[in-house]
């Protein structure tokens, strides 16, 4: 067969659109539309030749497969793509150009029709790069993770002869992956940080949010162990707000969502206009309880839940009476689930909360009996601070009840 045009727009958008070739074409707003899916960019205006490549970008996998109907091996190749399942993938492999063939392997082994990493073979350039990353997932499986890493970085440095984006995704998982195994923080920020700025101006938003979130909860995690302000994570924060939404990316949406919060709410209040955080703060748990319900995050919308309730508490507001009456309530929701078998040290904490709240309300009775479950879970665990802490409150329930008593007695004397 004709040899293809490369560099092909292969890798850096995910499956199954980012693996579709595309044929050499006599139309120049083919070539156009592959160089802007190479450089990490939708094409503006797609040619009919590629109407099966739109549908696919499009997430309309169906149809795109039927746009795919022709003999030739590249729509034989784009429909293994979209649908691998029943094809014969050793006759597709064969009829493909040798630089190309080893593409059928990452694709089986990436669907899990195969347990058989790609081999190079005749791969080069971006191709080459994209059976090299394939390849550390294998070595990742087998628990080689420094050897996985390294191969990444190689993987990534042969892509950027190539294609820019590729290379910066790859990067972007090498980062990620120094990171959740603390390999080497240093590295995983400096590749982290290289990735996303070679993302910038692509179409690649979500795959560069999650490389600003890694990034960002390095950072936020550095800074808080070291008592340093937590600004350069909250840039990130507020960066990947901009390329997702709860409807693009709800996990990652909501999660930014909540260390959002998370680091305005541990920030100190120096000046008033700090205390616009905290309503900041409010808003972006809200917005994380909206993706995070108890039904299908149980432990993201406890602790979003809990973050809510303090941060009613402790910002300043016009109706600070309501706000401690929900963050009353938003607790008691949290108690729910967090058994005094199970968790007491969470339970009990959570009860002191929710006293002091009441307390704060005057509810004086209902208070009590919640510090006093919360100061015996205490005692249980052996947690002797947390149990002087709780008799204060308590010791402060019982002067704030005593004028009451006494002005009750006043009032039968007279």
């Known amino acids: 067969m004709e040899r293809m045009r490369r560099p092909q727009a292969i890798g850096a958008f995910p499956l199954p659109a980012g693996f579709l070739l595309i044929a050499t074409s006599d139309d120049p707003a083919v070539d156009s539309a592959r160089d802007a899916l190479v450089a990490g960019r939708v094409p503006s205006a797609w040619p009919s030749a590629l109407r099966g490549h739109e549908l696919a970008h499009a997430g309309r996998t169906d149809e795109a497969v039927a746009e795919f109907a022709g003999t030739d091996v590249v729509d034989r190749f784009n429909r293994f793509v979209l649908a691998p399942e029943g094809v014969d993938a050793d006759e597709l492999r064969a009829d493909l150009p040798p630089e190309i063939a080893p ?39 087998e628990g080689s993770v420094a050897e996985a890493v390294d191969l990444l970085r190689s993987a990534a440095e042969v892509a950027g002869l190539s294609s820019a984006p590729l290379s910066a995704i790859i990067l972007g998982n090498a980062g990620v992956l120094t990171h959740e195994h603390e390999l080497d923080q240093e590295r995983a920020i400096a590749d982290l940080t290289r990735a996303v700025t070679m993302l910038e101006g692509t179409d690649l938003a979500v795959g560069r949010a999650e490389l600003h979130y890694h990034l960002a909860s390095m950072l936020h995690q550095i800074a808080a162990a070291k008592g340093m302000p937590l600004s350069e994570a909250v840039v990130h924060y507020h960066l990947i707000l901009r390329l997702v939404t709860e409807h693009t990316a709800p996990h990652l949406w909501a999660s930014t969502h909540l260390n959002l919060a998370t680091a305005y709410l541990t920030a100190p209040m120096i000046e008033a206009s700090d205390q616009l955080r905290s309503g900041i703060a409010v808003q972006s748990l809200r917005s994380a309880l909206e993706v995070f319900t108890r039904e299908d995050y149980p432990a993201e919308w406890s602790s979003a839940t809990i973050n809510l309730a303090n941060a009613l508490i402790y910002t300043p507001s016009a109706h600070q009476g309501d706000n401690v009456v929900e963050a009353i309530e938003k607790y008691e929701e949290v108690l729910e689930l967090r058994d005094r078998h199970d968790d007491p040290i969470g339970r009990a904490r959570l009860l002191t909360n929710q006293g002091n709240a009441l307390a704060h309300l005057g509810i004086f009775d209902h208070a009590k009996s919640k510090l006093v479950e919360a100061r015996f879970l205490f005692e249980e665990q052996l947690d002797h601070d947390s149990v002087m802490m709780v008799r204060s409150v308590l010791d402060e329930i019982a002067k704030a009840m005593v004028p009451e008593r006494d002005d009750a007695a006043d009032r039968v004397t007279t």
């Open 103 to 141: 593409l059928v392997d990452v694709v089986r082994y990436s669907v899990g029709l195969t347990d058989d990493p790609p081999v190079v073979g005749g791969a080069d350039q971006e191709i080459e790069a994209i059976v090299l990353a394939t390849r550390a997932s294998g070595l990742l499986g």
